[in-house]
């Protein structure tokens, strides 16, 4: 890809994934277990309370890893195709990115989801070839009994040429960032809605196929009506087309809550008031059955718009040094949690929430971490990468550049970074640069903003600076 920086991931599975009467088995490639990295990680065995929708929402996962809702004219997507599924003590979690990386998609499998526990914890990529494919669509048509194994390490009476797959996938950067991106844009948003079943069916069913821009679903009685212009409590939806997964979970559907950041005249980030319109990232999750489970679909801001790209993270890397060092001591705190209580970790670790804080956003950008939005937490978990994925920032290393050439000057209140005054007021960061103005902090911060933080020491959560989290693609 022209302009990114990507790592070529070898991986190898035992055996494709398969199913044997009613026993699912998803073959693994390498992963990372609680003893470390493992060639063929075992995670899991067990019959799924309830088949159907659970095999319906895997087929939805595997789908959305094989879409693209955005193709740019001159980049060629190249992404892995195969979801990472993360077994945490006590629940199975399944995600994947679409090829334009606009669209995330997770599905939660909670204890009583299942009807045994996972016998390790740790994250790996699985198997979905199109035979198995073709399974769990039976499976869903018949509703029978499915039993799950991930990560069969069993040997097979076969040769290897006939049994083994092997891929090499060109790792963008940008796919280990989107994984980032989308766990701090979670922490970001709160319910703004909630639809029961039939009336969640009603909604989804209804909407168009496409739209020219982007519409916003605001709460009218018991269901959600689209309008072109944001009015208080609604959620950003920008490509109905990009929630077309969630049509065949609709039989399933319990619920269909809705995310989206708070504020609800659509200030989702500093810089952003004063332009309400503007477009913002939405989650969209079914709970389905009776146990529980659930599918969530992320929209990024923008179809043309990948989260790789959204910026939400570069406030957390202003001061580098300080939140690499709290994030290394938090890692070793996790112990594969599926549910992270930051004030434990502030506790065991003796440091105040805003320095745990920063550094889980630190943590999330090497995908060590995720986040739970019904559970309102972060969640462990790593991303079966091996060698460290180099990370590219363009923002974050210009600012760097403008710190190191001493054209930061401090001020009262702000700061002078290159030929742009910095202002730091009422909560928010502001710059005189064209880029800020075009975009007002709904793309994250500018490289003046950041060469400021930079010069100043301080990070999110510093009285000193007090801008918050915002989205947008870095340039």
């Not at 909604?203 to 309008?227: E, H, K, M, N, Q």
């Not at 969209?284 to 009776?290: D, K, N, Q």
């Amino acid at each position: 890809m022209s302009g990114t920086t990507g790592a070529t991931l070898a991986y190898r599975y035992s055996a494709p994934s398969r199913l044997l009467r009613d026993e699912l088995r998803l073959a693994t490639s390498g992963g990372i277990t609680e003893a470390g990295p493992a060639a063929h990680p075992y995670f899991f065995t067990g019959f799924l309370a309830e088949p159907a929708p659970a095999a319906q929402a895997l087929l939805a996962t595997a789908a959305i890893a094989r879409a693209q809702y955005h193709v740019a004219a001159s980049t060629i997507q190249l992404l892995l195709r195969d979801p990472v599924v993360t077994s945490n003590a006590d629940r199975l979690r399944f995600e994947s990115f679409s090829g334009c990386c606009g669209v995330h998609a997770r599905l939660d499998l909670p204890p009583e989801a299942l009807a045994a526990m996972p016998a390790a914890s740790g994250c790996t990529n699985v198997d979905f070839n199109p035979p198995m494919r073709a399974a769990l669509a039976g499976a869903v048509a018949t509703a029978s009994q499915l039993l799950l194994k991930v990560g069969d390490e069993e040997v097979t009476a076969v040769t290897e040429r006939a049994s083994v797959t092997e891929r090499k996938v060109e790792l963008p950067s940008r796919w280990i960032k989107g994984f980032g991106e989308v766990s701090a844009l979670h922490a970001w948003m709160r319910p703004v809605a909630e639809l029961t079943g039939a009336d969640a069916t009603r909604f989804i069913a209804g909407l168009p196929r496409a739209a020219r821009g982007p519409l916003w679903a605001v709460p009218a009685g018991r269901s959600l009506s689209l309008t072109a212009t944001l009015k208080p409590g609604g959620a950003c939806l920008a490509g109905p087309e990009r929630l077309a997964e969630l049509r065949p979970l609709l039989r399933f559907t319990k619920r269909l809550r809705v995310y989206a950041p708070p504020s609800a005249d659509g200030d989702f980030g500093a810089g952003a008031a004063g332009h309400a319109a503007l477009p913002a990232p939405s989650a969209w999750e079914l709970t389905l059955g009776g146990t529980g489970a659930r599918f969530t679909l992320t929209l990024s801001p923008e179809k043309y718009r990948g989260f790789s790209g959204e910026g939400a993270l570069l406030g957390a890397f202003a001061v580098a040094d300080a939140t690499a060092e709290d994030a290394g001591l938090i890692g070793l705190l996790l112990g594969w949690d599926p549910v992270i209580d930051p004030a434990s970790l502030a506790a065991s670790a003796g440091l105040s929430a805003e320095r745990v804080a920063a550094a889980l956003a630190v943590l999330a950008s090497s995908g060590a971490v995720g986040y739970d939005l019904a559970c309102g937490a972060y969640f462990h978990r790593e991303l079966p990468l091996g060698a460290e994925v180099e990370r590219v920032h363009p923002r974050l290393a210009d600012a760097r550049e403008l710190v190191a050439a001493g054209q930061v000057t401090l001020t009262e209140g702000g700061a002078m970074s290159g030929d742009h005054r910095v202002s730091f007021a009422d909560g928010v960061d502001t710059c005189t640069c064209p880029w800020w103005g075009k975009h007002r902090g709904t793309r994250g911060p500018c490289k003046h903003v950041l060469a400021a933080r930079i010069a100043l020491g301080a990070g999110p959560g510093d009285p000193r600076i007090t801008g918050q989290v915002a989205t947008g693609e870095a340039r």
